[in-house]
């Protein structure tokens, strides 16, 4: 069975494969991509918490339990599970996005998506 014809230059069918080929690259890359995002075939997209757990495992557990149990490392830095329950979200979202938390607290630079996306992950806990 063939599936490309000649055409009339007689070189259709090596041209129609380069074509074939490019497109399958193209759809193989951007598979690469969207799984690199978090999402793609078989994978459902990052949810704002799940980004949020990931920022605040590279930016807050130095410091704080990020868990739902389990101690900070640092004492005098509340574990993430109590600050929901001292915060509501937007008191919370605000505290992170003017002051950087607390007086002891480095300022993290965090930009405002990722503070939501901590304080999607806080109120999930």
Known sequence: ????????????A???????GAGVLALS?????????GHGPGLA???????????AERECARCHSIGPYGASPRAAAPPFRDLRR???????????AEAGGHDEMP????ADFEVDAIAAYVNGL
């Open 86 to 96: 001292r915060y509501n979200p937007l008191t919370f979202q605000r505290r992170m």
């Open 1 to 12: 069975m063939r599936l490309f014809s000649a055409g009339a230059g007689g070189g259709g």
């Open 45 to 55: 997209p990052a949810s704002p918490a799940d980004r949020g757990r990931s920022i």
């Open 107 to 110: 300022d993290p630079k965090l």
């Open 14 to 20: 090596a041209r129609s494969g380069h074509h074939v």
């Open 29 to 37: 890359l951007a598979g690469c991509a969207a799984a690199a995002a």
